[in-house]
T-cell receptor, first 112, second 114 residues
Framework: SQQGEEDPQALSIQEGENATMNCSYKTSINNLQWYRQNSGRGLVHLILIRSNEREKHSGRLRVTLDTSKKSSSLLITASRAADTASYFCATFNAGNNRKLIWGLGTSLAVNP | SAVISQKPSRDICQRGTSLTIQCQVDSQVTMMFWYRQQPGQSLTLIATANQGSEATYESGFVIDKFPISRPNLTFSTLTVSNMSPEDSSIYLC???????????FGPGTRLLVL
């Protein structure tokens, strides 16, 4: 079942701009993860943030987590055309059998 | 990270036929999953492939339609049976490695049913 909801569903920006995507979820989580999918191919793991963390960085990526609001954001700074992809959040829920619960995704287009 | 291969990468099939998708991993893993992703949609988990026993199916998916095998820790197959155009999707094999929390994905099988 899908519990995450990303917004916006689609985002179009110019190269060099920052892109922010948001994800909301409904239940208590162990961690939240962001994945990227290029053009209908397999997904690639980007970053994992645990429920006791508030912010995490990886290169040009910055992820925040607000467990009180059950939401997360993914910021891509200084975007490049190669960042064009769909981005999904996924949660490991507390007490589940290790299945990821997937969001609906944000389609990002970075225009050169 | 594990290297995952899937085959076929794509196929066009006729209504009523079946297709078996193979997933091979280069290292032993704890859990393997099969997902379906319909055009422009998110991922939907079909089942967890269990080694040496029947797969654990999610609500809405049944063994008769999507039989799954996992004879060992590094290999699994998903069969899409008696296909209809509604089965046109990308099918993705995924896994969690030993002691890890993130999922790794195969490149996917793009299926079109006419």
């Amino acid at each position: 079942s899908q519990q995450g909801e990303e917004d916006p569903q689609a985002l179009s920006i110019q190269e060099g701009e920052n892109a922010t995507m948001n994800c909301s979820y409904k239940t208590s989580i162990n961690n939240l993860q962001w994945y990227r999918q290029n053009s209908g191919r397999g997904l690639v793991h980007l970053i994992l943030i645990r429920s006791n963390e508030r912010e995490k960085h990886s290169g040009r990526l910055r992820v925040t987590l607000d467990t009180s609001k059950k939401s997360s954001s993914l910021l891509i700074t200084a975007s490049r055309a190669a960042d064009t992809a769909s981005y999904f959040c996924a949660t490991f829920n507390a007490g589940n059998n290790r299945k990821l619960i997937w969001g609906l995704g944000t389609s990002l287009a970075v225009n050169p | 990270s594990a290297v995952i291969s899937q085959k076929p990468s794509r196929d066009i099939c006729q209504r009523g036929t079946s297709l078996t998708i193979q997933c091979q991993v280069d290292s032993q893993v704890t859990m393997m999953f099969w997902y379906r992703q319909q055009p422009g949609q998110s991922l939907t988990l079909i089942a967890t492939a269990n080694q040496g026993s029947e797969a654990t199916y999610e609500s809405g998916f049944v063994i008769d339609k999507f039989p799954i095998s996992r004879p060992n820790l590094t290999f699994s197959t998903l069969t899409v049976s008696n296909m209809s155009p509604e089965d046109s999707s990308i099918y993705l094999c995924s896994l969690i490695g030993l002691g890890q929390e993130t999922q790794y994905f195969g490149p996917g099988t793009r299926l079109l049913v006419l």
